[in-house]
């Protein structure tokens, strides 16, 4: 039995139609996820080797230490967009959790953490994970632009 050429062509048309919506919808881990640190095996391997490598090992911390702020600046952005009658307690509930008094990087990090969650509150979306927000992304790209020996006492 020959099958005609327009049904064949169009078996495999909808098949690569399928098959390019499937691979779509896959999402790509955000580079702020546990698993999207590019130093970890490699400060692993330098451990190993017995190699002492303080500028990996600086960018490991930074990008743990983003990981963590951008998803957390996104939360801190809901919760001043949540309260916008009462925005000294909004920020003094934010210092209780990330004080900025420590005299080190990490008052830099909650600081800015704090001054995106005010300035983009407007921005912050609750029906979205904080993998799709602008937030978490804003402060990624903040963080991950810092100098890496910021992070070397962190």
């Not at 896959?26 to 698993?35: A, S």
């Not at 080797?49 to 952005?77: E, F, V, Y």
């Not at 009658?85 to 004080?99: A, G």
């Amino acid at each position: 039995m020959k099958i005609p050429f327009n049904f064949k062509s169009s078996l495999v048309f909808v098949s690569l139609f399928f098959f390019a919506q499937s691979i779509a919808a896959e999402k790509l881990p955000k580079p702020w996820h546990f698993d999207g640190n590019i130093y970890r095996e490699a400060l692993s391997e330098s451990i190993s080797s017995g190699k002492s490598n303080q500028s990996l090992l600086n960018k490991n911390i930074q990008w743990d230490k983003c990981s963590t702020m951008a998803p957390a600046t996104d939360r801190m952005a809901l919760g001043v967009q949540n309260n916008p009658d009462d925005p000294d307690f909004v920020r003094e509930m934010i210092l209780d959790l990330y004080p900025v008094d420590n005299d080190s990087f990490s008052d830099v990090i909650n600081q800015k953490m704090m001054d995106l969650a005010f300035e983009m509150a407007d921005v912050a979306d609750g029906d979205k994970s904080s993998d799709d927000s602008v937030v978490t992304q804003a402060a990624w790209d903040w963080c991950i632009s810092q100098d890496s020996q910021d992070f070397a006492d962190l």
